[in-house]
Protein backbone atom coordinates (compact mmCIF):
# COMPACT_ATOMS: atom_id res chain seq x y z
CA UNK A 1 0.00 0.00 0.00
CA UNK A 2 2.80 2.28 0.88
CA UNK A 3 4.83 1.82 -2.15
CA UNK A 4 1.54 1.93 -4.34
CA UNK A 5 1.01 5.53 -2.98
CA UNK A 6 4.80 6.35 -3.13
CA UNK A 7 4.24 5.44 -6.79
CA UNK A 8 1.37 7.18 -7.55
CA UNK A 9 3.14 10.39 -5.80
CA UNK A 10 6.17 10.09 -7.71
CA UNK A 11 3.97 10.31 -11.15
CA UNK A 12 2.64 13.81 -9.94
CA UNK A 13 5.19 15.78 -11.00
CA UNK A 14 5.30 14.25 -14.85
CA UNK A 15 1.68 13.94 -14.95
CA UNK A 16 1.46 17.89 -14.28
CA UNK A 17 3.99 18.69 -17.57
CA UNK A 18 1.96 16.34 -19.87
CA UNK A 19 -1.18 18.77 -18.64
CA UNK A 20 0.98 21.98 -19.57
CA UNK A 21 1.83 20.02 -22.77
CA UNK A 22 -2.05 18.61 -23.05
CA UNK A 23 -3.43 22.39 -22.92
CA UNK A 24 -0.58 23.59 -25.93
CA UNK A 25 -1.83 20.91 -27.62
CA UNK A 26 -5.87 21.83 -27.43
CA UNK A 27 -5.88 25.44 -27.34
CA UNK A 28 -4.58 25.29 -30.71
CA UNK A 29 -6.84 22.55 -32.00
CA UNK A 30 -10.04 24.12 -30.55
CA UNK A 31 -9.01 27.23 -32.56
CA UNK A 32 -7.28 26.62 -35.95
CA UNK A 33 -8.67 22.96 -35.95
CA UNK A 34 -5.43 21.53 -37.02
CA UNK A 35 -3.04 18.86 -34.55
CA UNK A 36 0.03 21.36 -34.08
CA UNK A 37 2.14 18.66 -34.80
CA UNK A 38 5.02 21.25 -34.19
CA UNK A 39 4.18 21.23 -30.22
CA UNK A 40 6.30 18.87 -28.95
CA UNK A 41 9.45 20.41 -31.13
CA UNK A 42 8.60 23.56 -28.83
CA UNK A 43 8.46 22.50 -26.05
CA UNK A 44 11.89 20.79 -26.81
CA UNK A 45 13.17 24.00 -27.81
CA UNK A 46 11.56 25.54 -24.68
CA UNK A 47 13.65 23.00 -22.55
CA UNK A 48 16.70 24.19 -24.73
CA UNK A 49 15.95 27.90 -24.09
CA UNK A 50 15.58 26.95 -20.19
CA UNK A 51 19.25 25.40 -20.87
CA UNK A 52 21.10 27.67 -22.29
CA UNK A 53 19.36 30.47 -19.94
CA UNK A 54 20.13 28.75 -16.86
CA UNK A 55 23.70 27.52 -18.09
CA UNK A 56 25.37 30.77 -19.54
CA UNK A 57 23.45 33.01 -18.06
CA UNK A 58 23.07 32.12 -14.35
CA UNK A 59 19.41 33.55 -13.53
CA UNK A 60 17.61 31.96 -10.90
CA UNK A 61 14.46 29.65 -11.53
CA UNK A 62 12.04 31.98 -11.86
CA UNK A 63 13.15 34.68 -14.25
CA UNK A 64 15.06 31.77 -16.54
CA UNK A 65 11.38 30.23 -16.49
CA UNK A 66 9.39 33.12 -17.56
CA UNK A 67 12.31 33.99 -20.39
CA UNK A 68 12.10 30.75 -21.92
CA UNK A 69 8.01 30.76 -21.68
CA UNK A 70 8.65 34.23 -24.10
CA UNK A 71 11.38 32.39 -26.20
CA UNK A 72 8.38 29.54 -26.29
CA UNK A 73 5.99 31.91 -27.70
CA UNK A 74 7.85 33.28 -30.19
CA UNK A 75 8.48 30.18 -31.81
CA UNK A 76 5.05 28.98 -31.92
CA UNK A 77 4.26 32.66 -33.80
CA UNK A 78 7.03 32.05 -36.00
CA UNK A 79 5.87 28.81 -36.84
CA UNK A 80 2.29 30.22 -37.42
CA UNK A 81 3.54 32.57 -39.92
CA UNK A 82 5.91 30.73 -41.73
CA UNK A 83 3.86 27.74 -41.63
CA UNK A 84 0.26 27.98 -41.22
CA UNK A 85 -0.73 31.28 -41.96
CA UNK A 86 -0.21 31.20 -46.06
CA UNK A 87 -1.99 28.07 -46.02
CA UNK A 88 -4.92 29.58 -43.95
CA UNK A 89 -4.79 32.31 -46.40
CA UNK A 90 -5.11 30.26 -49.48
CA UNK A 91 -7.93 28.22 -47.31
CA UNK A 92 -5.94 24.88 -47.91
CA UNK A 93 -5.54 23.92 -43.99
CA UNK A 94 -7.03 21.50 -43.34
CA UNK A 95 -5.87 19.62 -47.08
CA UNK A 96 -2.57 20.23 -45.98
CA UNK A 97 -1.68 21.50 -42.89
CA UNK A 98 -0.75 18.35 -41.15
CA UNK A 99 1.90 17.36 -43.59
CA UNK A 100 3.45 21.07 -43.53
CA UNK A 101 3.06 20.44 -39.70
CA UNK A 102 4.99 17.11 -39.55
CA UNK A 103 7.25 18.65 -41.96
CA UNK A 104 8.18 21.87 -39.70
CA UNK A 105 8.63 19.38 -36.97
CA UNK A 106 11.49 17.25 -38.86
CA UNK A 107 13.02 20.35 -39.85
CA UNK A 108 13.14 21.86 -36.16
CA UNK A 109 13.92 18.80 -34.56
CA UNK A 110 17.06 17.85 -36.62
CA UNK A 111 18.27 21.55 -37.16
CA UNK A 112 18.05 21.69 -33.24
CA UNK A 113 20.09 18.40 -32.85
CA UNK A 114 22.33 19.31 -35.55
CA UNK A 115 22.53 23.21 -33.59
CA UNK A 116 22.82 21.61 -30.06
CA UNK A 117 24.27 17.80 -30.99
CA UNK A 118 22.40 15.15 -30.25
CA UNK A 119 24.11 14.11 -26.63
CA UNK A 120 21.57 14.51 -23.64
CA UNK A 121 22.09 18.00 -21.90
CA UNK A 122 21.30 18.37 -18.15
CA UNK A 123 20.53 21.54 -16.41
CA UNK A 124 22.18 23.25 -13.33
CA UNK A 125 20.84 22.11 -9.86
CA UNK A 126 18.48 25.23 -9.33
CA UNK A 127 16.45 24.15 -6.25
CA UNK A 128 18.44 21.50 -4.08
CA UNK A 129 17.29 18.09 -3.98
CA UNK A 130 15.79 17.07 -0.73
CA UNK A 131 12.84 14.03 0.01
CA UNK A 132 10.02 16.04 2.26
CA UNK A 133 8.21 13.29 4.14
CA UNK A 134 4.49 13.55 4.01
CA UNK A 135 3.42 11.15 5.96
CA UNK A 136 4.88 8.33 8.02
CA UNK A 137 2.99 5.29 8.47
CA UNK A 138 5.06 2.92 10.76
CA UNK A 139 8.48 3.02 9.94
CA UNK A 140 8.23 3.23 6.28
CA UNK A 141 7.52 6.71 4.75
CA UNK A 142 5.58 8.28 1.55
CA UNK A 143 8.19 10.93 0.34
CA UNK A 144 8.08 13.90 -2.20
CA UNK A 145 10.86 14.89 -3.98
CA UNK A 146 11.47 19.25 -3.00
CA UNK A 147 11.96 19.66 -7.31
CA UNK A 148 8.99 17.48 -7.79
CA UNK A 149 6.52 19.39 -5.97
CA UNK A 150 8.19 22.88 -7.17
CA UNK A 151 7.12 21.52 -10.76
CA UNK A 152 3.84 20.43 -9.84
CA UNK A 153 3.01 23.62 -8.16
CA UNK A 154 4.12 25.66 -10.92
CA UNK A 155 2.44 23.56 -12.93
CA UNK A 156 -0.82 24.18 -11.71
CA UNK A 157 -0.46 27.79 -10.91
CA UNK A 158 0.17 28.40 -14.78
CA UNK A 159 -3.29 26.66 -15.34
CA UNK A 160 -5.10 28.31 -13.01
CA UNK A 161 -3.97 31.97 -14.37
CA UNK A 162 -4.75 30.41 -18.13
CA UNK A 163 -7.78 29.64 -16.64
CA UNK A 164 -8.96 32.84 -14.66
CA UNK A 165 -7.40 34.60 -18.01
CA UNK A 166 -9.97 32.21 -20.47
CA UNK A 167 -12.53 32.92 -17.98
CA UNK A 168 -12.26 36.69 -17.20
CA UNK A 169 -10.69 38.94 -19.97
CA UNK A 170 -12.00 39.50 -23.05
CA UNK A 171 -9.47 38.18 -25.08
CA UNK A 172 -9.93 34.68 -23.54
CA UNK A 173 -13.25 34.91 -23.89
CA UNK A 174 -13.21 35.66 -27.54
CA UNK A 175 -10.85 32.63 -27.41
CA UNK A 176 -13.20 30.14 -26.02
CA UNK A 177 -15.80 31.77 -28.44
CA UNK A 178 -13.28 30.76 -31.36
CA UNK A 179 -13.52 27.48 -30.39
CA UNK A 180 -17.29 27.22 -30.86
CA UNK A 181 -17.58 29.20 -34.42
CA UNK A 182 -14.88 31.03 -35.71
CA UNK A 183 -17.03 32.38 -38.65
CA UNK A 184 -19.48 33.99 -36.34
CA UNK A 185 -16.81 35.26 -34.40
CA UNK A 186 -15.53 37.11 -37.45
CA UNK A 187 -18.40 38.20 -38.37
CA UNK A 188 -18.68 40.09 -34.64
CA UNK A 189 -15.81 42.59 -35.87
CA UNK A 190 -12.89 39.84 -34.02
CA UNK A 191 -9.88 40.35 -35.45
CA UNK A 192 -9.68 36.68 -36.30
CA UNK A 193 -5.59 37.07 -37.02
CA UNK A 194 -4.69 38.05 -34.30
CA UNK A 195 -6.56 36.17 -31.88
CA UNK A 196 -4.93 32.97 -33.71
CA UNK A 197 -1.32 34.64 -32.78
CA UNK A 198 -2.11 35.00 -29.18
CA UNK A 199 -2.93 31.31 -29.20
CA UNK A 200 -0.18 30.13 -30.88
CA UNK A 201 1.70 32.56 -28.01
CA UNK A 202 -0.26 31.00 -25.38
CA UNK A 203 0.35 27.33 -26.57
CA UNK A 204 3.88 27.75 -26.92
CA UNK A 205 4.68 29.30 -23.71
CA UNK A 206 2.70 26.76 -22.15
CA UNK A 207 4.98 24.00 -24.25
CA UNK A 208 8.03 25.79 -23.24
CA UNK A 209 7.22 25.93 -19.29
CA UNK A 210 6.42 21.81 -19.92
CA UNK A 211 10.03 21.92 -21.22
CA UNK A 212 11.92 23.95 -18.74
CA UNK A 213 10.01 21.69 -15.95
CA UNK A 214 11.49 18.74 -17.61
CA UNK A 215 14.59 19.83 -17.76
CA UNK A 216 14.50 20.17 -13.96
CA UNK A 217 13.69 16.77 -13.80
CA UNK A 218 15.72 15.03 -15.94
CA UNK A 219 18.47 15.00 -19.20
CA UNK A 220 17.24 16.65 -22.28
CA UNK A 221 18.07 15.89 -25.75
CA UNK A 222 16.98 16.96 -29.28
CA UNK A 223 14.60 14.49 -30.12
CA UNK A 224 12.43 14.09 -26.90
CA UNK A 225 9.91 16.26 -28.43
CA UNK A 226 8.43 13.43 -30.37
CA UNK A 227 7.55 11.25 -27.59
CA UNK A 228 6.67 13.87 -25.26
CA UNK A 229 4.34 15.86 -27.95
CA UNK A 230 2.23 12.65 -28.65
CA UNK A 231 1.74 11.62 -24.58
CA UNK A 232 0.50 15.16 -24.33
CA UNK A 233 -1.80 14.66 -26.95
CA UNK A 234 -3.15 11.51 -25.19
CA UNK A 235 -3.96 13.50 -22.50
CA UNK A 236 -5.47 15.95 -23.91
CA UNK A 237 -7.29 13.56 -25.60
CA UNK A 238 -8.01 11.24 -22.24
CA UNK A 239 -9.18 14.87 -20.46
CA UNK A 240 -11.54 15.94 -23.16
CA UNK A 241 -10.50 18.13 -25.72
CA UNK A 242 -10.98 21.79 -24.75
CA UNK A 243 -10.80 21.50 -21.04
CA UNK A 244 -8.34 22.81 -19.23
CA UNK A 245 -9.42 21.27 -16.01
CA UNK A 246 -10.03 18.01 -18.15
CA UNK A 247 -6.08 17.96 -19.59
CA UNK A 248 -4.82 18.58 -15.39
CA UNK A 249 -6.72 15.54 -15.19
CA UNK A 250 -5.41 13.89 -17.56
CA UNK A 251 -1.96 14.59 -17.68
CA UNK A 252 -2.07 13.57 -13.38
CA UNK A 253 -3.87 10.21 -14.40
CA UNK A 254 -1.29 9.63 -16.96
CA UNK A 255 1.92 10.43 -15.21
CA UNK A 256 0.49 8.62 -12.83
CA UNK A 257 -0.66 5.18 -14.84
CA UNK A 258 3.03 5.34 -16.51
CA UNK A 259 4.94 4.93 -12.81
CA UNK A 260 2.27 2.28 -11.77
CA UNK A 261 3.00 0.81 -15.43
CA UNK A 262 6.37 1.02 -14.62
CA UNK A 263 6.36 -0.02 -10.71
CA UNK A 264 4.13 -3.34 -11.67
CA UNK A 265 4.01 -4.44 -14.83
CA UNK A 266 7.41 -3.30 -17.01
CA UNK A 267 9.32 -0.25 -17.27
CA UNK A 268 9.33 -1.14 -20.99
CA UNK A 269 5.58 -0.58 -21.23
CA UNK A 270 5.45 2.30 -19.53
CA UNK A 271 5.83 4.39 -22.63
CA UNK A 272 3.13 2.25 -24.07
CA UNK A 273 0.27 2.86 -22.22
CA UNK A 274 -0.60 6.47 -23.04
CA UNK A 275 -0.79 5.29 -26.35
CA UNK A 276 -3.73 2.29 -25.49
CA UNK A 277 -5.07 4.74 -23.08
CA UNK A 278 -5.47 7.49 -26.09
CA UNK A 279 -6.89 4.53 -28.32
CA UNK A 280 -9.27 3.22 -26.18
CA UNK A 281 -10.61 6.83 -25.32
CA UNK A 282 -11.11 7.90 -28.52
CA UNK A 283 -12.64 4.50 -29.42
CA UNK A 284 -15.12 4.30 -26.49
CA UNK A 285 -15.57 8.21 -25.61
CA UNK A 286 -14.11 10.76 -28.11
CA UNK A 287 -15.36 13.19 -25.82
CA UNK A 288 -12.50 12.34 -23.52
CA UNK A 289 -13.69 12.91 -19.43
CA UNK A 290 -14.35 16.46 -18.90
CA UNK A 291 -14.48 17.48 -22.49
CA UNK A 292 -17.27 19.05 -24.28
CA UNK A 293 -18.79 16.93 -26.86
CA UNK A 294 -16.53 18.45 -30.36
CA UNK A 295 -18.15 18.90 -33.83
CA UNK A 296 -16.08 17.12 -36.26
CA UNK A 297 -13.02 19.48 -37.08
CA UNK A 298 -11.86 17.75 -40.95
CA UNK B 1 19.42 2.71 -63.17
CA UNK B 2 17.49 5.56 -63.77
CA UNK B 3 15.72 4.48 -66.94
CA UNK B 4 14.98 1.20 -65.57
CA UNK B 5 13.14 3.33 -62.95
CA UNK B 6 11.35 5.44 -65.20
CA UNK B 7 10.07 2.33 -67.29
CA UNK B 8 8.73 0.59 -65.03
CA UNK B 9 6.82 3.62 -63.71
CA UNK B 10 5.81 4.60 -66.88
CA UNK B 11 3.71 1.03 -67.12
CA UNK B 12 1.00 2.56 -66.05
CA UNK B 13 0.52 5.70 -67.46
CA UNK B 14 1.20 4.92 -70.61
CA UNK B 15 3.90 7.10 -71.59
CA UNK B 16 6.38 7.72 -74.87
CA UNK B 17 3.00 5.68 -76.69
CA UNK B 18 3.86 2.56 -74.82
CA UNK B 19 1.21 0.66 -73.44
CA UNK B 20 1.40 -1.71 -70.59
CA UNK B 21 2.63 -4.62 -71.51
CA UNK B 22 5.30 -2.89 -73.49
CA UNK B 23 6.47 -0.99 -71.03
CA UNK B 24 6.67 -3.81 -68.40
CA UNK B 25 9.09 -6.05 -70.70
CA UNK B 26 11.49 -2.58 -71.76
CA UNK B 27 11.72 -2.37 -68.14
CA UNK B 28 12.63 -6.27 -67.44
CA UNK B 29 14.80 -6.38 -70.29
CA UNK B 30 16.93 -3.37 -69.12
CA UNK B 31 16.90 -5.22 -65.47
CA UNK B 32 18.12 -8.34 -66.80
CA UNK B 33 20.88 -6.55 -68.91
CA UNK B 34 21.63 -4.85 -65.55
CA UNK B 35 22.39 -7.83 -64.39
CA UNK B 36 23.76 -9.69 -67.12
CA UNK B 37 26.47 -6.51 -67.51
CA UNK B 38 27.07 -7.52 -63.73
CA UNK B 39 27.64 -10.82 -64.07
CA UNK B 40 30.01 -10.92 -67.12
CA UNK B 41 32.22 -7.67 -66.15
CA UNK B 42 33.17 -7.26 -62.69
CA UNK B 43 32.17 -4.17 -60.58
CA UNK B 44 30.55 -2.96 -63.36
CA UNK B 45 27.69 -1.50 -61.49
CA UNK B 46 29.28 -0.70 -57.84
CA UNK B 47 27.42 -2.63 -54.96
CA UNK B 48 26.06 0.27 -53.40
CA UNK B 49 24.06 1.62 -56.26
CA UNK B 50 22.40 -1.84 -56.29
CA UNK B 51 21.73 -1.37 -52.66
CA UNK B 52 20.09 1.69 -53.36
CA UNK B 53 18.26 -0.03 -56.30
CA UNK B 54 16.46 -2.45 -53.88
CA UNK B 55 15.64 -0.12 -51.36
CA UNK B 56 13.96 2.36 -54.38
CA UNK B 57 12.16 -1.23 -55.53
CA UNK B 58 11.07 -1.77 -51.96
CA UNK B 59 10.16 1.34 -50.84
CA UNK B 60 7.80 1.52 -54.52
CA UNK B 61 5.71 -1.36 -52.88
CA UNK B 62 5.27 0.39 -49.69
CA UNK B 63 4.33 3.44 -51.37
CA UNK B 64 2.33 1.95 -53.59
CA UNK B 65 0.32 -0.31 -50.27
CA UNK B 66 -0.33 3.38 -48.79
CA UNK B 67 -1.47 4.20 -52.01
CA UNK B 68 -4.80 2.59 -50.99
CA UNK B 69 -5.53 4.49 -47.73
CA UNK B 70 -4.08 7.73 -48.38
CA UNK B 71 -4.67 8.20 -52.07
CA UNK B 72 -7.78 6.12 -52.98
CA UNK B 73 -9.28 6.45 -49.57
CA UNK B 74 -8.40 9.60 -48.85
CA UNK B 75 -7.21 8.97 -45.06
CA UNK B 76 -3.92 9.99 -43.65
CA UNK B 77 -1.80 6.64 -42.13
CA UNK B 78 1.12 7.56 -39.71
CA UNK B 79 1.10 4.11 -38.76
CA UNK B 80 2.03 1.89 -41.76
CA UNK B 81 5.49 0.83 -40.97
CA UNK B 82 3.30 -1.66 -38.84
CA UNK B 83 2.33 -3.55 -41.58
CA UNK B 84 5.66 -3.31 -43.36
CA UNK B 85 7.00 -4.91 -39.32
CA UNK B 86 4.33 -7.39 -39.17
CA UNK B 87 5.41 -9.09 -42.35
CA UNK B 88 9.07 -8.82 -41.82
CA UNK B 89 9.00 -10.18 -38.11
CA UNK B 90 5.96 -13.00 -39.18
CA UNK B 91 8.50 -14.23 -41.82
CA UNK B 92 11.92 -13.86 -39.39
CA UNK B 93 9.90 -15.89 -36.87
CA UNK B 94 8.54 -18.74 -39.07
CA UNK B 95 12.01 -19.24 -40.89
CA UNK B 96 13.98 -19.02 -37.54
CA UNK B 97 11.89 -21.52 -35.50
CA UNK B 98 9.81 -23.41 -37.34
CA UNK B 99 12.35 -23.50 -40.60
CA UNK B 100 9.14 -22.66 -42.83
CA UNK B 101 10.13 -22.23 -46.71
CA UNK B 102 10.43 -18.37 -47.33
CA UNK B 103 7.71 -18.07 -50.11
CA UNK B 104 5.33 -19.83 -47.85
CA UNK B 105 6.39 -17.09 -45.32
CA UNK B 106 5.08 -14.43 -47.02
CA UNK B 107 1.44 -15.37 -47.54
CA UNK B 108 1.62 -16.01 -43.46
CA UNK B 109 2.68 -12.40 -43.17
CA UNK B 110 0.46 -11.13 -45.30
CA UNK B 111 -2.65 -12.97 -43.53
CA UNK B 112 -1.29 -11.59 -40.21
CA UNK B 113 -1.09 -7.89 -41.48
CA UNK B 114 -4.36 -8.07 -43.20
CA UNK B 115 -5.57 -9.60 -40.08
CA UNK B 116 -4.02 -6.66 -38.02
CA UNK B 117 -5.32 -4.33 -40.71
CA UNK B 118 -8.87 -4.95 -39.32
CA UNK B 119 -9.08 -2.93 -35.88
CA UNK B 120 -7.34 -0.15 -37.59
CA UNK B 121 -9.90 -0.02 -40.47
CA UNK B 122 -12.66 -0.65 -38.23
CA UNK B 123 -11.58 2.23 -35.63
CA UNK B 124 -11.71 4.25 -38.97
CA UNK B 125 -15.36 3.92 -39.00
CA UNK B 126 -15.85 5.66 -35.53
CA UNK B 127 -13.21 8.40 -35.72
CA UNK B 128 -11.94 10.52 -38.51
CA UNK B 129 -9.44 12.99 -39.83
CA UNK B 130 -6.60 13.86 -37.65
CA UNK B 131 -7.69 11.93 -34.70
CA UNK B 132 -7.37 8.66 -37.16
CA UNK B 133 -3.92 10.07 -37.87
CA UNK B 134 -2.78 9.99 -33.94
CA UNK B 135 -4.79 6.40 -34.03
CA UNK B 136 -2.93 4.82 -36.80
CA UNK B 137 0.70 6.32 -34.94
CA UNK B 138 -0.01 4.83 -31.52
CA UNK B 139 -1.43 1.62 -33.44
CA UNK B 140 2.34 1.56 -34.70
CA UNK B 141 4.06 2.33 -31.41
CA UNK B 142 2.48 0.00 -29.77
CA UNK B 143 3.28 -2.64 -31.92
CA UNK B 144 6.98 -1.60 -31.71
CA UNK B 145 6.73 -1.70 -27.59
CA UNK B 146 5.63 -5.29 -28.01
CA UNK B 147 8.40 -6.09 -30.42
CA UNK B 148 11.21 -4.42 -27.88
CA UNK B 149 9.27 -6.13 -24.70
CA UNK B 150 9.21 -9.64 -25.80
CA UNK B 151 12.35 -11.86 -26.06
CA UNK B 152 11.00 -14.36 -28.34
CA UNK B 153 11.04 -11.24 -30.63
CA UNK B 154 14.31 -10.76 -29.71
CA UNK B 155 13.72 -7.55 -27.93
CA UNK B 156 15.92 -4.68 -28.76
CA UNK B 157 17.89 -6.13 -30.96
CA UNK B 158 16.05 -7.83 -33.10
CA UNK B 159 16.37 -11.25 -34.59
CA UNK B 160 19.15 -11.98 -36.92
CA UNK B 161 20.32 -14.94 -39.16
CA UNK B 162 17.64 -14.98 -41.70
CA UNK B 163 18.57 -17.51 -44.19
CA UNK B 164 18.29 -16.27 -48.04
CA UNK B 165 15.61 -17.66 -49.77
CA UNK B 166 15.94 -20.49 -52.04
CA UNK B 167 14.70 -20.35 -55.96
CA UNK B 168 14.76 -24.05 -57.78
CA UNK B 169 17.14 -25.07 -55.22
CA UNK B 170 19.43 -22.20 -55.60
CA UNK B 171 20.13 -19.50 -53.24
CA UNK B 172 18.49 -15.99 -54.63
CA UNK B 173 22.00 -14.21 -53.36
CA UNK B 174 23.97 -16.73 -55.74
CA UNK B 175 21.19 -15.62 -58.65
CA UNK B 176 23.79 -12.79 -59.72
CA UNK B 177 27.23 -12.01 -59.48
CA UNK B 178 26.48 -9.67 -56.74
CA UNK B 179 24.29 -10.88 -53.86
CA UNK B 180 21.64 -8.03 -54.89
CA UNK B 181 20.87 -9.18 -58.38
CA UNK B 182 18.49 -11.90 -57.66
CA UNK B 183 16.51 -9.12 -55.07
CA UNK B 184 16.31 -7.00 -57.91
CA UNK B 185 14.62 -8.79 -60.45
CA UNK B 186 12.19 -10.66 -57.30
CA UNK B 187 10.77 -6.89 -56.37
CA UNK B 188 10.87 -5.50 -59.70
CA UNK B 189 8.57 -8.46 -60.53
CA UNK B 190 6.43 -7.47 -57.33
CA UNK B 191 6.21 -4.25 -58.03
CA UNK B 192 4.91 -4.59 -61.21
CA UNK B 193 2.26 -7.23 -60.23
CA UNK B 194 1.36 -4.55 -57.79
CA UNK B 195 1.03 -1.81 -60.21
CA UNK B 196 -0.39 -3.68 -62.43
CA UNK B 197 -3.60 -5.15 -59.44
CA UNK B 198 -3.89 -0.92 -58.70
CA UNK B 199 -4.08 -0.15 -62.02
CA UNK B 200 -7.17 -2.98 -62.20
CA UNK B 201 -8.58 -1.85 -59.53
CA UNK B 202 -8.27 1.92 -60.12
CA UNK B 203 -11.02 1.15 -62.99
CA UNK B 204 -12.96 -1.52 -60.94
CA UNK B 205 -16.48 -1.11 -59.28
CA UNK B 206 -14.44 -1.39 -56.11
CA UNK B 207 -11.66 1.36 -57.16
CA UNK B 208 -15.21 3.36 -57.78
CA UNK B 209 -16.62 3.10 -54.74
CA UNK B 210 -13.05 3.96 -52.95
CA UNK B 211 -13.29 7.15 -55.10
CA UNK B 212 -16.82 7.77 -53.73
CA UNK B 213 -16.27 7.38 -50.29
CA UNK B 214 -13.09 9.38 -50.60
CA UNK B 215 -15.66 12.75 -52.44
CA UNK B 216 -18.07 12.66 -49.72
CA UNK B 217 -18.83 9.65 -47.36
CA UNK B 218 -22.30 10.16 -47.04
CA UNK B 219 -23.20 10.53 -50.10
CA UNK B 220 -21.48 7.14 -50.74
CA UNK B 221 -23.79 5.95 -48.47
CA UNK B 222 -26.65 7.45 -49.65
CA UNK B 223 -25.74 5.73 -52.76
CA UNK B 224 -25.80 2.02 -51.38
CA UNK B 225 -22.00 1.93 -50.90
CA UNK B 226 -21.22 -0.49 -48.16
CA UNK B 227 -18.96 2.17 -46.43
CA UNK B 228 -17.66 -0.47 -43.65
CA UNK B 229 -17.02 -3.02 -46.17
CA UNK B 230 -15.02 -0.92 -48.33
CA UNK B 231 -12.67 0.81 -45.44
CA UNK B 232 -11.77 -2.70 -44.45
CA UNK B 233 -11.02 -4.29 -47.60
CA UNK B 234 -8.52 -1.09 -48.55
CA UNK B 235 -6.90 -1.47 -45.05
CA UNK B 236 -6.46 -4.84 -45.86
CA UNK B 237 -5.18 -4.91 -49.43
CA UNK B 238 -2.98 -2.04 -48.21
CA UNK B 239 -1.71 -3.99 -45.22
CA UNK B 240 -0.74 -7.03 -47.11
CA UNK B 241 0.96 -5.45 -49.66
CA UNK B 242 3.07 -3.77 -47.41
CA UNK B 243 3.55 -6.55 -45.46
CA UNK B 244 4.90 -8.39 -48.69
CA UNK B 245 7.22 -6.03 -48.31
CA UNK B 246 8.51 -6.26 -45.21
CA UNK B 247 9.11 -10.15 -46.03
CA UNK B 248 11.51 -9.16 -48.50
CA UNK B 249 13.09 -6.40 -46.37
CA UNK B 250 13.64 -9.64 -43.46
CA UNK B 251 15.41 -11.73 -46.34
CA UNK B 252 17.36 -8.82 -47.91
CA UNK B 253 18.70 -7.78 -44.38
CA UNK B 254 18.81 -11.15 -42.62
CA UNK B 255 17.50 -9.67 -39.54
CA UNK B 256 14.83 -7.49 -38.40
CA UNK B 257 14.48 -4.94 -35.35
CA UNK B 258 11.93 -3.00 -33.67
CA UNK B 259 13.28 0.15 -35.80
CA UNK B 260 11.06 -1.72 -38.61
CA UNK B 261 8.04 -0.06 -36.86
CA UNK B 262 9.56 3.10 -36.36
CA UNK B 263 7.71 6.26 -36.81
CA UNK B 264 10.20 7.55 -39.30
CA UNK B 265 8.91 4.33 -41.09
CA UNK B 266 5.49 5.89 -41.20
CA UNK B 267 6.44 8.77 -41.94
CA UNK B 268 8.65 8.31 -45.00
CA UNK B 269 6.01 5.66 -46.30
CA UNK B 270 3.44 8.99 -46.29
CA UNK B 271 5.76 11.36 -48.03
CA UNK B 272 6.27 8.99 -50.67
CA UNK B 273 2.79 9.26 -51.80
CA UNK B 274 2.45 13.15 -50.89
CA UNK B 275 5.70 13.91 -52.56
CA UNK B 276 5.43 11.89 -55.25
CA UNK B 277 1.33 12.10 -55.96
CA UNK B 278 -1.48 10.52 -54.86
CA UNK B 279 -3.48 8.55 -56.98
CA UNK B 280 -0.88 7.85 -59.74
CA UNK B 281 0.56 4.89 -59.55
CA UNK B 282 3.57 6.21 -61.61
CA UNK B 283 4.00 9.25 -59.19
CA UNK B 284 4.06 7.01 -56.04
CA UNK B 285 6.78 5.09 -57.56
CA UNK B 286 8.80 8.08 -58.55
CA UNK B 287 8.26 9.51 -55.42
CA UNK B 288 9.93 6.29 -53.60
CA UNK B 289 12.69 6.44 -56.19
CA UNK B 290 13.65 9.97 -55.43
CA UNK B 291 12.97 9.89 -51.75
CA UNK B 292 15.51 6.67 -51.49
CA UNK B 293 18.37 8.32 -54.26
CA UNK B 294 17.79 11.83 -52.63
CA UNK B 295 19.21 11.03 -49.28
CA UNK B 296 21.33 8.69 -50.46
CA UNK B 297 22.82 11.47 -52.60
CA UNK B 298 22.83 14.08 -49.54
CA UNK B 299 24.66 11.38 -47.38
CA UNK B 300 27.53 11.36 -49.71
CA UNK B 301 27.29 15.41 -49.18
CA UNK B 302 27.65 15.14 -45.55
CA UNK B 303 30.89 12.61 -46.07
CA UNK B 304 32.70 15.21 -48.67
CA UNK B 305 32.25 18.26 -46.04
CA UNK B 306 32.39 15.95 -42.94
CA UNK B 307 29.66 17.73 -41.64
CA UNK B 308 28.23 16.63 -37.99
CA UNK B 309 24.91 16.44 -38.79
CA UNK B 310 22.74 14.94 -41.50
CA UNK B 311 21.62 17.42 -44.19
CA UNK B 312 18.90 15.82 -45.59
CA UNK B 313 16.96 15.06 -42.44
CA UNK B 314 16.50 19.22 -42.39
CA UNK B 315 15.80 19.19 -45.65
CA UNK B 316 13.30 17.00 -45.76
CA UNK B 317 11.21 18.69 -43.44
CA UNK B 318 12.06 21.38 -45.71
CA UNK B 319 10.85 19.62 -48.99
CA UNK B 320 7.64 18.75 -47.33
CA UNK B 321 6.75 22.92 -46.23
CA UNK B 322 7.52 24.12 -49.68
CA UNK B 323 5.28 21.25 -51.34
CA UNK B 324 2.59 21.52 -49.56
CA UNK B 325 2.43 25.39 -50.16
CA UNK B 326 3.70 25.47 -54.20
CA UNK B 327 2.48 21.65 -54.79
CA UNK B 328 -0.19 19.73 -52.75
CA UNK B 329 -0.87 17.20 -55.12
CA UNK B 330 2.51 16.08 -55.20
CA UNK B 331 4.95 15.84 -58.32
CA UNK B 332 2.97 13.42 -60.69
CA UNK B 333 -0.46 13.99 -59.09
CA UNK B 334 -3.27 14.57 -60.33
CA UNK B 335 -4.94 18.06 -59.99
CA UNK B 336 -7.59 16.47 -57.65
CA UNK B 337 -6.71 18.16 -54.18
CA UNK B 338 -6.66 21.44 -55.18
CA UNK B 339 -9.90 21.11 -57.50
CA UNK B 340 -11.38 19.60 -53.92
CA UNK B 341 -10.06 22.87 -52.20
CA UNK B 342 -11.47 25.50 -54.07
CA UNK B 343 -14.94 23.72 -54.50
CA UNK B 344 -14.78 23.35 -50.46
Given amino acids: ?298 | MESKKKASAHKTDWFFGLNGTATFFVSLVLILVVCYINNTIKNAVPTYFQHVIVNCLLNAVLALGLNFISGYLGQTSLGHAVFFGIGAYTTACLLKYTGLNFWVSIPVGMIAAALAAVPLALSSLRVKGQFLIVITYAFCEIFRYICINTPALGGNGGLAGIQSPLVFGTKITKIAATNKGGYMILLFLMVSAVSYFTWRVERSRTGYAFHAIREDEIAARAMGINIKYFKVLAMMISATICAMAGSVQAAFATMVSPELFSSAKSIQILTFVVIGGRMSIKGVILGAALLTILPEFLHSIKDMFSMSFDPWTILYGILLVVMMRVRPQGFWGKKDVEAEEEEA
Fill in chain 1, 1 to 298: MVDFLQQVINGLAQGGIYSLIAIGWTTVFGIVGIINWTHGEIYMLGAYAGWLITTYAHLPIIPSLLLSMVLGAFIAMAVDEIGYRPLRKKGVLAATGFITALGLSQTIRYSASAGFSPNPKAYPVLVNQELITLVSIGDKKITISSVHLIVLFSAVVIMSLLELFMKKTLTGKAMLAASQDMQTLRLMGVNAESLIKITFAISGALGAAAGFFIGMLYYINPMMGALAGLKGWSCAILGGIGSIAGSLVGGIILGIVENLTAGYISTGYKDAIGFMVMILVLLIRPSGLMGYRFEEKV
